[in-house]
């Protein structure tokens, strides 16, 4: 089982939709996590941290279940430009444990 | 404001060559990453490097070597390249390991 684990979608929805993803991952004591934004052949960028509390970025907010461990990141209100493949990260737990990233999940906005 | 810069940004190597990619990052970070990404595959991380001084490796370290020259470089070498090497690199660097990562722009190597 991989450590971080993303539906790949696609997921397909019309401008102005609001969609969800969420990522789970297998280290508990992962203590960090990041949603990025990756567009075709180009390189991951990051989107936004996740912190504990949930956090929000205009359209975008991202919210951690300790509990039953997933991260997930709800956009509202999506453009067109929201088109691209959102890939999360976890872990980062003290020196020894490197973060991980999904495998990424597409999203498609139409007209 | 370069952040993280990769030499070359594309390169065509026949099967058995050998080459370096060039990583550099002037952010003052202390760890630094090598990834590959093929289709369907995600990134998935050859090496890195945590401080100066130290390498590790990663989920797919096999036919790939490094190497942490200083705090601002770390240079990943294709000994043999095969054609299964053929894939989209990059390198990566961060603060820590549990502070968010910035990317180069990535190396599109074929080998042939």
């Known amino acids: 089982r991989k450590e971080v684990e993303q539906d790949p979608g696609p997921f397909n929805v019309p401008e102005g939709a609001t969609v969800a993803f969420n990522c789970t991952y297998s280290n508990s004591a992962s203590q960090s996590f990041f949603w990025y934004r990756q567009d075709c052949r180009k390189e991951p960028k990051l989107l936004m941290s996740v912190y504990s509390s949930g956090n929000e970025d205009g359209r975008f907010t991202a919210q951690l279940n300790r509990a039953s461990q997933y991260i997930s990141l709800l956009i509202r209100d999506s453009k067109l430009s929201d088109s691209a493949t959102y890939l999360c990260v976890g872990g980062g737990s003290g020196g020894s444990y490197i973060p991980t990233f999904g495998r990424g999940t597409s999203l498609i906005v139409h007209p | 404001n370069a952040g993280v810069t990769q030499t070359p940004k594309f390169q065509v190597l026949k099967t058995g060559q050998s080459m370096t990619l060039q990583c550099a990052q002037d952010m003052n970070h202390n760890s630094m990453y090598w990834y590959r990404q093929d289709p369907g595959m995600g990134l998935r991380l050859i090496y890195y490097?945590?401080?100066?001084?130290?390498?590790d490796k990663g989920e797919v370290p096999n036919g790939y070597n490094v190497s942490r020259l200083n705090k601002r470089e770390f240079s990943l070498r294709l000994e043999s390249a095969a054609p299964s090497q053929t894939s989209v690199y990059f390198c990566?660097?961060?603060?820590?390991?549990?502070?968010?990562?910035?990317f180069g722009d990535g190396t599109r190597l074929s080998i042939l």
């Open positions: 990566a660097s961060s603060v820590a390991f549990k502070e968010p990562q910035h």
């Open positions: 490097s945590a401080s100066e001084g130290t390498t």
